[in-house]
């Protein structure tokens, strides 16, 4: 999280997929004050048939939904 601490004013938010053993990263900084948005993959149709366009692509395109306002979001239950 210290990466992003340079960033923190300039951030519309920290967007997560949500993919297998996501919970530990959105506590940590959900823990850590950001404003965390735990995105639903399957939702969104650039992810339709498309597998493997790398993780810079996948973050930019992400990024942009969120800054549009676009992004499908997942549910996620408060911890216990």
Do not use: C
């Not at 919970?23 to 048939?49: C, F, N, Q, T």
């Amino acid at each position: 999280m210290g990466a992003l601490e340079a960033h923190r004013a300039d951030l519309a938010g920290v967007v997560i997929e949500s993919t297998y053993n996501w919970y530990w990263l959105v506590d940590g900084l959900m823990d850590a004050a950001y404003r965390v948005h735990l995105a639903h993959p399957s939702a969104i149709k650039k992810y339709e048939s498309l597998k493997h366009s790398g993780d810079f692509a996948d973050a930019a395109y992400l990024a942009q939904l969120l800054r549009l306002g676009l992004l499908a979001e997942g549910r996620r239950d408060p911890r216990f």
